[in-house]
């Protein structure tokens, strides 16, 4: 089957909503057995990932295992990419916590150190997120990543890296784990080092030296599981945590995870909302890149919509099973590509495989150092701090790279999702302080090129049309930006010499007007009638015609004086120039 014939674009009916069953019958069987190798490779990553995350969510291991029983299975049932892996992601373990952090210590202070009620909030959390998501899944907000420009994205994750390695620091020395934002946290690692367990930190310090070590010696060896298990044996045999004081995970509840609806207070659930939207913009706008990099490479489509229902659905069951925050993973992903991954299937595979691992293998995983836990975590986000994102920015744009700075400080000084508020309002206040001062043209005649015209400013070699000043708006007239426009039109008359007996707007640009432009045009046109300035309009857009002839703006003007382009216009306004003036006769 090619590429082109398995689209990821939903169909009509039910399949509409649960994708396989359009894909699945007519899934090509020459593709098990890459599906098949890619599921096992996958189930080696995401394993040690999934209890990894765990930890900077603040939850014990299983709650990581129990993430996948859910998204790997709801995602590839209703998911639109063949290549996009849902899971628990450094980015929403870190948002978790935070989130849940602020919720516990507002509603339930009393039990703040208590593991059980941290539990309960966290998948009350995670219940309120997957809420979110069918919201504006139900709503088709698919389009809402683009609130979120690529700056403030790339200075919040690499904030958030930041984030979750500093907070493994205390594993991986085996002191205890200090309060307050990062840079507090970091200084408060530094203090504790007198006291730091040095056999904790050798442990932790080989295993992430052969995390790096072991792709560089053969890409396709599983790091991750390697030294997972080579941990657990060595714990084993010389009884780390007995002889040298290191902290290992313990026992893991075996089998399958429980149903269980949370029970908070409905003021939490409330106060939940908000940073769960905060998490919606973060997950989904990692996710759907992800999903659109590998749908362009291997041509086939999408679906936006439908990504929010199936990350919806994803995390309300996680909810129920006592899991972490679902989203598309971009190293698990890449992970799946890479080995070979033709559809959802892989996901099917990993999926069972992790059934087995609750199932019978859980017990493997007690003698587990944290250490290593810790090293797994800290090299999951090393990528991300090496990558030096904000400096290649700075090359691009030495205005939009500070929006990633602002995210970056205020993840590591505030919090994580303050910090993607302050990078989010600041690139929004730079978007209307950018509007509000739109570029407006003074057009002239280009000789030799009839009918066209061009920037007198950024053409010096054009010459303007004798009394008659176009007037072109480069952007949308809005609320923001009508005042500004209004007296820059005024300025424009003031500088002209010979001073115009006619102005021309060019409203190719405007595609539909506000109340507020509205009336700031009214008062425009009634000054430029007193000053004996004839008004001619161009390129005007059926909605704007149609609402300048509802609110009186065409009466104003004259429907004689619209055309349908600046040329017309301006032979209009030179013909009427050139016959005499009643009163001068």
Do not use: C
């Amino acid at each position: 089957m090619s590429a082109s014939t398995q689209t990821a674009k939903p169909q009509a009916g039910l399949s509409r909503y649960i994708p396989i069953l359009a894909w699945l019958p007519r899934y090509d069987r020459g593709w098990l057995r890459a599906d098949v190798i890619a599921g096992l490779t996958l189930w080696g990553l995401v394993v040690p990932e999934a209890m990894a995350y765990a930890g900077i969510a603040g939850l014990p291991p299983q709650a990581g295992l129990y993430t996948l029983v859910a998204a790997l299975l709801i995602y590839a049932l209703m998911g639109t990419s063949r290549h996009l892996v849902v899971q628990a992601t450094s980015a929403t373990a870190a948002l978790l916590a935070s989130s849940v952090a602020a919720a516990v210590a507002a509603t339930a202070a009393d039990s703040a150190a208590d593991p059980a009620t941290f539990q309960t909030y966290a998948a009350a959390f995670v219940l309120v997120t997957g809420l979110v998501f069918l919201v504006a899944g139900i709503a088709k907000l698919g389009f809402i990543t683009q609130f979120l420009s690529k700056p403030v994205m790339d200075g919040f994750v690499m904030g958030l890296a930041i984030f979750v390695a500093v907070g493994q620091l205390n594993k991986l020395f085996g002191v205890p784990k200090p309060e307050g934002n990062t840079v507090e946290k970091l200084i408060g690692i530094f203090q504790e080092l007198p006291q730091a367990n040095w056999a904790t930190f050798v442990v932790g310090a080989v295993a992430l030296a052969l995390l790096f070590l072991l792709p560089r010696w053969n890409k396709k060896l599983p790091a991750g599981l390697i030294v997972l298990f080579g941990a657990i044996i060595l714990s084993m045999v010389f009884d780390f945590e007995g002889r040298f004081g290191i902290e290992v995970v313990g026992a893991l509840p075996q089998g399958l995870p429980s149903v269980a609806l949370p029970v908070v207070p409905w003021s939490t659930y409330l106060a939940m909302v908000l940073p769960a939207i905060g998490v919606l913009l973060v997950a989904y706008s990692e996710a759907l890149g992800v999903a659109h990099e590998f749908a362009e490479k291997h041509g086939y489509e999408v679906d936006a919509n439908q990504e929010l229902n199936a990350h919806a659905a994803a995390n309300l069951v996680s909810a129920f099973f006592g899991g972490m925050l679902a989203a598309g993973s971009m190293s698990a992903s890449a992970v799946k590509e890479g080995a070979g991954a033709r559809s959802q299937v892989t996901n099917l595979i990993t999926w069972v495989v992790t059934i087995i691992t609750l199932l019978f293998l859980t017990p493997l995983f007690a003698p587990l150092p944290e250490a290593v836990l810790a090293g797994l975590i800290i090299h999951a986000v090393w990528h991300i701090i090496g990558s030096r994102k904000l400096q290649k920015l700075r090359h691009e744009s030495r205005v939009e790279v500070w929006f990633g700075v602002l995210a970056l400080a205020g993840v590591l000084l505030v919090d994580v999702l303050e910090g993607m508020i302050i990078g989010l309002v600041a690139s929004l206040v730079y978007v209307v302080y950018k509007t509000s001062r739109p570029h407006l043209a003074a057009l002239g005649r280009v000789p030799g090129i009839p009918g066209a015209y061009a920037d007198l400013d950024r053409h010096p070699e054009i010459q303007p049309v004798p009394g008659v000043l176009i007037v072109r708006l480069d952007s949308q007239l809005y609320f923001a930006n009508a005042l500004t426009v209004r007296e820059r039109v005024k300025a424009m008359l003031d500088e002209a010499s010979p001073p115009p007996h006619t102005i021309i707007f060019d409203a190719n640009a405007q595609d539909q007007i506000d109340v507020t432009s509205t009336d700031v045009l009214r008062g425009l046109l009634k000054e430029l009638h007193e000053r004996n300035i004839t008004v001619y309009m161009a390129h005007v857009h059926a909605p704007v015609l149609e609402h300048a002839r509802e609110t009186g703006l065409l009466a104003a003007v004259g429907e004689d004086h619209v055309f349908a382009t600046v040329d017309l216009a301006v032979r209009s306004a030179e013909a009427a120039a050139q016959q005499p003036n009643p009163e001068q006769a």
